[in-house]
């Protein structure tokens, strides 16, 4: 069977009033512990399988759970056991067997957790949902971690019940969206465990326990040939989606509040990525699948802003000011305007993790374009009337055919169409003196052919080899370009490689392997050119008050002039590029 639910984090400040509104109706407290099972090689995480042994108060249950078809369901099969045994026969004949057949390790308890949980049902206009609210701990070997999430779960009704009642709640108690099952979490605690039994230096220990909670990069989407627009819109949004929501959960601290800062601008650089690519998509896809309401597409903009402000504090510190110092720079007070909220304020604030369950709601069900290009994809293109008048074939007779229509009833709706076309002259007074020459018209047996749609290779080719050719356009009067139009074109160039990135699986691998090394060499440029000209803009308030300022103002315009040689040269190589769209 399939569920389908949402789960947030809960965070510290406010789960003494959450638990006290779970328990203000029939709630009911169940203790619940699991324990997970997996190959030394992690051969079931690795083909996205989870499997379980859970004693829910005093029965045994045992689970399977595999990934849906979006990113709120989950595929779970449930059997109940006398006890601690984990029985495989029970999936022979099921889709999983053939998984499960072939594991080469032998199975073994891999992690555990232990919670206590509280269950209460909601109802709203849209169906009834059940609340299950966990505080407890996910063990590995020697390692623990604190699990303080609360589960939305569908037990009737329509999808938008879940996005209903996590959406209040979470406007009441700070809610954090995050995408890791305990599952997931219990895996990646299991290899940390297992790695830290090797490692006896301090260093290596701590970099393994940072790498726990690493940057989460852009993955790449399979898209099925014969997806709809609207379909594989939904399916590059919700992959975008899942890196933002990602690094924002370890910005958040989720896991780490009040313990260590895991969050760090990595986070934030990729947190934005997964925004520019989510922007990108809309670009590549508008006009032929339905984009997300005004009020979330300004959200983007704003939140994006919002962290940038973060990031360009980050380049400076970390890239920038270390490369002037080594180049001889005096030192002097470099205090940048501070940007108006810290990351991890914005992370965790309700009106971005609003704006997430939103955009999360929108990607589930993307619908097709109103109107623009897309309006003849679904089906195929309607005849004209002279295409119809040409082929001798009416409106009326498919209509006929529809209905089921036969004999007198089909032929008298078809000759009315065709008079309606031109078909068949339209009837004239005369006697039977004076009767004009009638020419009859015949109705052929085959139908009109039909126009076949394009399909979604040849849209997204077709837009993305437009791309390309005004980026090179651009590119090879880079020199000439002013500051704004450059960076302009550093945004296009970006939009391009997401593009092509979503596009992948629908191209040839060999051209497109060719094309992303050239482009990727243009963006390398063009990226250091960004952060050089944000930095010049600082030393350059900063030569106000201090004159040592001028030596980094000096050094950005000496580097700036290589940066522009160096561009030409990318943009001369990425002219000979292959094109994949052929």
Request: aromatic share 6%.
């Given at each position: 069977?399939?569920?389908?639910?949402?789960?947030?984090?809960?965070?510290?400040?406010?789960?003494?009033?959450l638990e006290q509104e779970v328990k203000q109706r029939d709630a009911s407290r169940i203790r619940l512990h699991a324990m997970y099972f997996d190959t030394p090689d992690r051969e079931l995480a690795r083909a996205r399988v989870a499997i379980r042994l859970r004693r829910e108060g005093n029965v045994?249950?045992?689970?399977?759970?595999?990934?849906?078809?979006?990113?709120?369901t989950r595929i779970e099969l449930n059997h109940p056991r006398p006890g601690p045994i984990l029985d495989l026969s029970v999936y022979a004949g099921t889709e999983v067997e053939a998984t499960l057949a072939g594991l080469k390790g032998e199975l073994g308890l891999r992690y555990e957790t232990d919670?206590?949980?509280?269950?209460?049902?909601?109802?709203?206009?849209?169906?009834?949902?059940?609340?299950?609210?966990?505080?407890?701990?996910?063990?590995?070997?020697?390692?623990?971690?604190?699990?303080?999430?609360?589960?939305?779960?569908?037990?009737?009704?329509?999808?938008?019940?879940?996005?209903?009642?996590?959406?209040?709640?979470?406007?009441?108690?700070?809610?954090?969206?995050?995408?890791?099952?305990?599952?997931?979490?219990?895996?990646?605690?299991?290899?940390?465990?297992?790695?830290?039994?090797?490692?006896?230096?301090?260093?290596?220990?701590?970099?393994?326990?940072?790498?726990?909670?690493?940057?989460?990069?852009?993955?790449?989407?399979?898209?099925?040939?014969?997806?709809?627009?609207?379909?594989?819109?939904?399916?590059?949004?919700?992959?975008?989606?899942?890196?933002?929501?990602?690094?924002?959960?370890?910005?958040?601290?989720?896991?780490?509040?009040?313990?260590?800062?895991?969050?760090?601008?990595?986070?934030?650089?990729?947190?934005?990525?997964?925004?520019?690519?989510?922007?990108?998509?809309?670009?590549?896809?508008?006009?032929?699948?339905?984009?997300?309401?005004?009020?979330?597409?300004?959200?983007?903009?704003?939140?994006?802003?919002?962290?940038?402000?973060?990031?360009?504090?980050?380049?400076?510190?970390?890239?920038?000011?270390?490369?002037?110092?080594?180049?001889?720079?005096?030192?002097?007070?470099?205090?940048?305007?501070?940007?108006?909220?810290?990351?991890?304020e914005i992370a965790a604030s309700p009106e971005f993790q609003g704006w997430l369950l939103d955009m999360l709601e929108w990607s589930l069900d993307v619908p097709a374009a109103a109107t623009g290009p897309a309006s003849g994809l679904a089906g195929a293109a309607s005849p004209s009337s002279d295409?119809?008048?040409?082929?001798?074939?009416?409106?009326?007779?498919?209509?006929?055919?529809?209905?089921?229509?036969?004999?007198?009833?089909?032929?008298?709706?078809?000759?009315?169409?065709?008079?309606?076309?031109?078909?068949?002259?339209?009837?004239?007074?005369?006697?039977?003196?004076?009767?004009?020459?009638?020419?009859?018209?015949?109705?052929?047996?085959?139908?009109?052919?039909?126009?076949?749609?394009?399909?979604?290779?040849?849209?997204?080719?077709?837009?993305?080899?437009?791309?390309?050719?005004?980026?090179?356009?651009?590119?090879?009067?880079?020199?000439?370009?002013?500051?704004?139009?450059?960076?302009?074109?550093?945004?296009?160039?970006?939009?391009?490689?997401?593009?092509?990135?979503?596009?992948?699986?629908?191209?040839?691998?060999?051209?497109?392997?060719?094309?992303?090394?050239?482009?990727?060499?243009?963006?390398?440029?063009?990226?250091?050119?960004?952060?050089?000209?944000?930095?010049?803009?600082?030393?350059?308030?900063?030569?106000?008050?201090?004159?040592?300022?001028?030596?980094?103002?000096?050094?950005?315009?000496?580097?700036?002039?290589?940066?522009?040689?160096?561009?030409?040269?990318?943009?001369?190589?990425?002219?000979?590029?292959?094109?994949?769209?052929?």
């Open positions: 069977m399939s569920e389908q639910e949402l789960k947030l984090h809960v965070p510290a400040a406010s789960r003494k009033a045994w249950v045992q689970t399977l759970k595999t990934p849906g078809n979006n990113a709120i919670v206590t949980r509280l269950i209460r049902k909601v109802r709203n206009r849209q169906g009834t949902v059940e609340i299950a609210y966990d505080r407890g701990l996910l063990r590995a070997g020697a390692l623990e971690l604190p699990i303080s999430e609360i589960e939305f779960e569908l037990m009737s009704g329509k999808p938008a019940a879940l996005f209903t009642a996590a959406r209040a709640w979470l406007r009441r108690h700070g809610l954090v969206m995050d995408a890791r099952s305990k599952s997931e979490r219990g895996d990646r605690l299991a290899r940390l465990a297992h790695t830290l039994d090797g490692l006896q230096d301090d260093e290596a220990r701590a970099a393994a326990i940072d790498e726990f909670w690493t940057s989460t990069g852009a993955r790449n989407v399979r898209l099925d040939p014969a997806m709809s627009p609207a379909q594989a819109l939904g399916a590059v949004a919700a992959e975008c989606l899942d890196q933002i929501i990602r690094n924002a959960a370890v910005l958040a601290e989720v896991d780490t509040d009040g313990i260590r800062k895991a969050g760090n601008p990595e986070h934030v650089h990729q947190l934005r990525v997964g925004m520019r690519r989510l922007r990108s998509a809309w670009r590549l896809y508008d006009g032929w699948a339905g984009l997300p309401p005004a009020p979330l597409q300004e959200g983007i903009r704003t939140f994006f802003a919002a962290f940038g402000a973060n990031r360009d504090q980050d380049v400076l510190q970390e890239s920038i000011i270390p490369a002037l110092v080594r180049a001889g720079m005096p030192t002097f007070p470099m205090e940048a305007p501070p940007p108006s909220a810290p990351s991890r295409a119809i008048a040409a082929n001798g074939v009416t409106a009326g007779d498919e209509a006929a055919t529809t209905l089921g229509l036969t004999g007198e009833d089909a032929a008298a709706q078809a000759l009315r169409a065709a008079e309606a076309a031109g078909a068949v002259p339209a009837p004239v007074d005369w006697d039977s003196t004076h009767a004009p020459q009638i020419v009859p018209s015949i109705i052929p047996l085959v139908p009109p052919e039909q126009e076949t749609p394009p399909t979604l290779h040849d849209l997204l080719a077709g837009r993305l080899r437009k791309w390309h050719r005004r980026v090179l356009h651009e590119g090879r009067h880079f020199a000439a370009l002013d500051i704004p139009s450059r960076h302009a074109l550093r945004k296009r160039a970006k939009r391009l490689r997401y593009g092509l990135n979503f596009t992948e699986s629908l191209l040839p691998a060999a051209k497109v392997r060719d094309y992303k090394i050239r482009l990727a060499a243009v963006q390398d440029v063009l990226g250091e050119m960004n952060d050089l000209s944000v930095a010049h803009d600082l030393y350059r308030q900063w030569s106000v008050q201090y004159p040592q300022a001028w030596f980094a103002l000096g050094w950005i315009s000496a580097r700036q002039e290589e940066l522009v040689a160096k561009a030409e040269r990318a943009f001369k190589q990425f002219g000979h590029a292959k094109e994949f769209w052929k």
